[in-house]
C-alpha cells in the first residue's frame, strides 16, 4: 500500500517560515518523482514544487520561486517544501504527490498518489 503523510504545517507570521514534510512508502518515494500543491479556499489545487526522483533536477511555480525549495531525504523516505518569506496569499492546503515516473511534471494528472494535505495559515 502507497501512503503519504503530510507534517509541518501550521500558523505563522507573515515572513517567517515553515517546512513541511511528507512521508512515502519506500518503494513509491525510491521510485518516482515528487510535487507539491496547494489548494486555496474556493479555487482549484495549483502546483508548487516537485523534484525528481534522484533530487537532480526542480521546478517551481512562480508564485514560490526564491522562496520555497523542495529537496528529499531518499534513505528516510521523505520529501520536504522549506517555505520561507510567507505571505498572506500562501494560506491554503498544501498536498504532497508522488508521480508516475522519475521525472518532474506540474500536471495533477501525472501524480498518481496524494496526501490528505497539511493547512498553513500565514496572518498578517
Known amino acids: 500500500q502507497v501512503q503519504l503523510v503530510e507534517s509541518g504545517g501550521g500558523l505563522v507570521q507573515a515572513g517567517g517560515s515553515l517546512r513541511l514534510s511528507c512521508a512515502a512508502s519506500?518503494?513509491?518515494?525510491?521510485?518516482?518523482?515528487m510535487g507539491w500543491f496547494r489548494q486555496a479556499p474556493g479555487k482549484e489545487r495549483d502546483f508548487v514544487a516537485a523534484i525528481t526522483w534522484s533530487g537532480g533536477s526542480t521546478l517551481y511555480a512562480d508564485s514560490v520561486k526564491g522562496r520555497f525549495t523542495i529537496s528529499r531525504d531518499n534513505a528516510k523516505s521523505t520529501v520536504y517544501l522549506q517555505m520561507n518569506s510567507l505571505k498572506p496569499e500562501d494560506t491554503v492546503v498544501y498536498y504532497c504527490?508522488?508521480?508516475?515516473?522519475?521525472?518532474?511534471?506540474?500536471?495533477?494528472?501525472?501524480?498518481?498518489?496524494w496526501g490528505q494535505g497539511t493547512q498553513v495559515t500565514v496572518s498578517s
Open positions: 504527490a508522488a508521480g508516475n515516473n522519475a521525472g518532474v511534471t506540474i500536471n495533477r494528472r501525472d501524480y498518481g498518489y
Open positions: 519506500r518503494r513509491t518515494f525510491r521510485t518516482y518523482g
